[in-house]
């Protein structure tokens, strides 16, 4: 069996000059190194690109797209997704970072099990890297697991394109990640955690503000009402669930 699969990582950036340097490195210093990252430049006006283009100098598995306008996270992810080369395809935002065995862990239990799609339990830092609090997760997750709140970190997935072709995700909506997962959910049984322990971290922002929490809201409203047609009763219910494991992950 092939244990040395390619693994498209795919990392849209605008203005990430602050940050993209360490989420670079955490990709590029992975122990699993049969890596591509694309790295796709969405109109950047600071020294992002810049610092993209040093690490090409050094690093041949770095490749960069820019954008010729903004076009926003999810259009991005999917210029990415359609020029990638790897059986697998993961996702890590230019601010974030992984652990530098996640890849080697999450791919070989992927081919061990079978697993087509997994994710990983993360943490939260701040601005300045200090861990907030850790992410939990079930050991796996269906279909209606995941209407009841995304449990999938998008820094943590990871999903194989011999089972789900070059999925991309939709961009109709602020939840794009969410509602893809629940696409591939649709396809196969369960998604499963491949760890104990968190393998990532997920940065959080001081102007991050109960306004774009609100946003987000109404976003899963819509997702559960008008794309995925649950009816009134059963998007009532989901939604409840997403509000309730919200604050639980909060205060608890």
């Known amino acids: 069996m092939n244990t040395n699969h390619l693994v498209s990582v795919i990392m849209p950036a605008f203005n990430s000059e602050k940050y993209i340097k360490n989420s670079i490195e955490s990709v590029l210093n992975q122990t699993y190194k049969n890596i591509e990252l694309i790295v796709i430049d969405d109109g950047s006006s600071d020294k992002t690109i810049d610092i993209i283009e040093k690490f090409q100098l050094l690093d041949k598995r770095l490749i960069l797209i820019k954008n010729n306008s903004n076009l926003g996270v999810a259009k991005s992810r999917n210029i990415g997704v359609k020029n990638s080369k790897g059986r697998f395809i993961a996702f890590l935002d230019s ?3 992984w652990d530098s065995k996640k890849l080697e862990i999450q791919i070989k ?3 061990t099990n079978n697993w087509s799609f997994t994710y990983t339990l993360y943490r939260m830092i701040d601005h300045k890297g200090n861990i907030i609090k850790n992410i939990k997760a079930p050991k796996k997750l269906n279909y209606a697991d995941l209407l009841k ?3 999938i970190g998008c820094l943590t997935a990871v999903y194989d394109t011999e089972v789900f072709g070059r999925f991309l995700m939709p961009t109709s909506n602020q939840r794009e990640d969410y509602l893809t ?4 959910l649709k396809i196969i ?3 499963f955690r491949v760890s104990n322990i968190p393998l990532a971290s997920y940065r959080i922002h001081p102007h991050q503000s109960s306004r774009k929490k609100l946003s987000m809201a109404m976003e899963n409203w819509k997702i559960y009402k008008n794309i995925e047609n649950l009816g009134t009763a059963r998007a009532i ?7 309730t494991n919200g604050l639980i992950r909060k205060y608890f």
């Open 237 to 243: 219910y989901y939604f409840l669930c997403y509000a």
């Open 149 to 151: 709140t995304c449990y």
């Open 189 to 191: 049984p369960h998604a």
């Open 181 to 184: 997962w629940l696409q591939l």
């Open 109 to 111: 239990l992927m081919l």
């Open 95 to 97: 601010d974030d970072l």
